[in-house]
């Protein structure tokens, strides 16, 4: 029969292997996202800086619609402007929420059935 100090350092580790395993997956979806964006030589092309601005708004908005399960209202929150302002981005931008909702329950789902949330 386990002791309770027994107990508590299994309930300790179990703890620990849940933080990493988080801490992993997020590392792994950082290490996902820069494989998406484009590295620009500066002696070998001329830098479109308007359009360079809009791949990195639409890069933050996406990151901060995932990490929000696709709620608005704390995305704007994440990326410190109002939730009109970055609706009107999403509308500019032609960013589809719906995915990043339902990449959100995937994640979700997938920590539930493995035992982390």
Same mark, same amino acid.
């Given at each position: 029969?386990?002791? *309770?100090?027994? /107990?508590? +350092? /299994?309930k300790t580790t179990?703890d620990?292997?849940e933080a990493?395993?988080?801490?992993t997956?997020a590392?792994?979806d950082?290490? $996902? ?12 092309e001329?830098?479109d800086?308007d359009?360079?601005v +809009?791949?990195?708004e ?9 990490r929000?399960?696709?709620? *608005? ?7 410190g402007m $109002?939730?009109t302002t970055?609706?009107?981005?999403? $509308? ?10 339902a ?7 997938h *920590?539930? *059935?493995?035992?982390?949330?």
């Amino acid at each position: 029969m386990k002791t *309770q100090l027994q /107990i508590e +350092k /299994i309930k300790t580790t179990n703890d620990k292997l849940e933080a990493l395993r988080s801490m992993t997956a997020a590392l792994l979806d950082e290490v $996902k996202s820069l494989s998406t964006l484009k590295m620009v030589e500066p002696a070998a092309e001329k830098v479109d800086f308007d359009n360079e601005v +809009k791949r990195f708004e639409i890069y933050l908005i996406e990151r901060a619609l995932l990490r929000a399960g696709g709620c *608005q209202r704390v995305a704007a929150q994440i990326l410190g402007m $109002k939730t009109t302002t970055l609706n009107a981005k999403i $509308k500019r931008y032609r960013i589809a929420v719906g995915k990043h909702v339902a990449r959100a329950e995937e994640a979700f789902q997938h *920590q539930q *059935q493995n035992g982390w949330a």
